[in-house]
């Protein structure tokens, strides 16, 4: 069965600091698809990222890169000099291709991240 | 603003009572995912339609239900609640052919309180 596991309950860090957050996952599925959303203090959940299995790219988007590392099962998220409104919790997910007529996202436990000015 | 629209925002009710929450996708998308975000349990998923018909299942408790109409709005329903079913309720939806893959944009969720 599929499994993410965001083993950092919360972190706190200082304005202009990197910060890296850590996603492992487990599946059997040889494709899959791997995610990353924030919700921030509002509730509502922001897509950032998507992933496949056969992309090992890292990916960088600004202040956010990503890397994907399939012989350890993780795909770590890394905040550039972080700023106040990055202050969310952030959720790893992933998604089997073997449910062929249909999709979900399993999501880690989050990661609750502040920034302190 | 992801354009996934959810009504209402929040909702208290008693136990045993029964509830609908309503979800309107993006213009465009076809599938439909519900999921349950509670302390204890954290992001679960419920539930997806695709264009009316359901296409996967997930711990979706018998005494909820959910379907998709023709204009493809969703809604869910809860019956006999019970406190344990206090929780933030996501809809999401998803372009294509709400396949693995598919990124899901998730509404601002209906936050249900049962006392």
């Known amino acids: 069965a599929q499994k993410v596991t965001q083993a950092q309950t919360e972190i706190s860090v200082v304005e202009k600091e990197d910060v890296t957050l850590d996603c492992v996952y487990e599946t059997r599925d040889t494709t899959y698809y791997l995610f990353w959303y924030k919700q921030p203090p509002s509730g509502e959940l922001v897509f950032l990222i998507r992933?496949?299995?056969?992309?090992?790219q890292n990916e960088i988007s600004g202040r956010y890169s990503w890397n994907f590392q399939k012989s350890t099962s993780s795909f770590n998220f890394t905040i550039t000099a972080s700023q106040v409104v990055d202050s969310a919790v952030y959720f790893c997910?992933?998604?089997?291709?073997?449910?062929?007529?249909?999709?979900?996202?399993?999501f880690g436990e989050g990661t609750q991240l502040t920034v302190n000015p | 603003d992801s354009g996934v629209t959810q009504t209402p925002k929040h909702l208290i009710t008693a136990t045993g009572q029964r509830v609908t929450l309503r979800c309107s996708p993006r213009s465009g998308d076809l599938s439909v995912y519900w999921y349950q975000q509670s302390l204890d349990q954290g992001l679960q998923f419920l539930i997806q339609y695709y264009n009316g018909e359901e296409r996967a299942k997930g711990n979706i408790l018998e005494r909820f239900s959910a379907q998709q109409f023709p204009d493809l709005h969703s809604e869910l329903n809860l019956s006999s609640l019970e406190l344990g079913d206090s929780a933030l309720y996501f809809c999401?939806?998803?372009?294509?052919?709400?396949?693995?893959?598919?990124?899901?944009?998730f509404g601002p969720g209906t936050r249900l309180t049962v006392t």
């Open positions: 997910a992933l998604s089997e291709a073997w449910e062929t007529s249909g999709s979900r996202l399993t």
């Open positions: 992933r496949n299995s056969f992309d090992e």
């Open positions: 999401a939806s998803s372009p294509r052919g709400g396949l693995a893959g598919d990124e899901q944009y």
